[in-house]
């Protein structure tokens, strides 16, 4: 079983729907939980960290997470082509400071 | 320009070549760290500093591979005998080092080996 698992995609969704982008986790001492935006060619950018069970919101994005299940999951609303992207799910363990990702999940936004 | 710099950008090397990397660090970011990176996948985690010391390395990091924080600021990865195996993105990336640390990435160095 993979550290980190997301649909690889890829996942369509038109203009201005929601896109909502799931990742599950193996390691139950995970606690810090992040996801990163990767355009093609380019390097993960940062878009949002999630701590504590519940939901975080920045501005369009919403980051979900439920330690007892083990699943952390992404909501873009209004999406926008520019959001076209592979999206990483990362988890940090406690004790270690290495990054484990998953293999990320292509998203399309047609106009 | 105060985010994390990698060079080079791009390297093509022949297969037996020896090649170095430089990353330079968000200012006072005392963590500094290096993955690595194939198509479709995920970063894979190399290595790791926090100020000068080396405190973590991944298995995948074969004795080819050495990396150097000299002075706690900037670092070096260096690809001894390259293999076509080791063409990929290499991600350096840093992290203050304090509470709940976020880790931001460089522009990454894609090295290709022929």
């Known amino acids: 079983q993979k550290e980190v698992e997301q649909n690889s995609g890829p996942l369509s969704v038109p203009e201005g729907a929601i896109a909502s982008l799931n990742c599950t986790y193996s390691d139950r001492v995970s606690q810090s939980f992040f996801w990163y935006r990767q355009y093609s060619g380019k390097s993960p950018e940062l878009i949002m960290s999630?701590?504590?069970?519940g939901d975080k919101e920045d501005g369009r994005f919403t980051a979900q997470l439920n330690k007892a299940s083990q699943y952390v999951s992404l909501l873009i609303r209004d999406s926008q082509p520019s959001d076209s992207a592979t999206y990483l799910c990362a988890v940090n363990a406690a004790g270690f400071q290495k990054l484990v990702f998953g293999t990320g999940t292509r998203l399309l936004v047609s106009p | 320009d105060t985010g994390v710099s990698q060079d080079p950008r791009h390297k093509i090397t022949k297969r037996g070549q020896n090649v170095t990397f430089r990353c330079d660090p968000i200012?006072?970011?005392?963590?500094l760290y290096w993955y690595r990176q194939t198509l479709g996948q995920g970063p894979e985690f190399l290595t790791y500093f926090q100020n000068e010391a080396q405190l973590e390395k991944s298995r995948l990091l074969s004795d080819r591979f050495s990396a150097e924080r000299p002075k706690g600021s900037f670092s070096t990865l260096e690809i001894q005998r390259t293999e076509q195996g080791d063409s990929a993105m290499y991600l350096c990336?840093?992290?203050?080092?304090?509470?709940?640390?976020?880790?931001?990435f460089g522009p990454g160095t894609r090295l290709t080996v022929l």
């Open positions: 999630i701590y504590s069970n």
């Open positions: 200012s006072e970011h005392n963590r």
């Open positions: 990336a840093s992290s203050l080092g304090l509470g709940k640390d976020t880790q931001y």
